[in-house]
């Protein structure tokens, strides 16, 4: 599978649609470099091409 080219890094769609947000289990969204909540606005790093789902390592969104 090629990789999506408008992402800093290649995130296999399949394996996104697996994951979700350690804290509050929400939809997960790539923005940037990281993955976003879309439930509880966390925003988790991607270190190296791979999502830290670490909730203590987390930046909180605008909106919560």
């Known amino acids: 599978m090629p990789a999506d080219s408008s992402h800093p890094f290649p995130l296999d769609p399949v394996v996104l649609g ?23 606005g966390r925003g988790y790093p991607i270190v190296d091409g791979i999502p830290v789902l670490i909730t203590e390592r987390a930046v909180l969104g605008d909106n919560t």
Do not use: F, K, N
Request: proline fraction near 4%; charge should be negative.
């Open 18 to 40: 697996q994951l979700a947000c350690p804290a509050c289990l929400g939809v997960l969204r790539v923005d940037e470099d990281r993955l976003v909540c879309a439930g509880c």
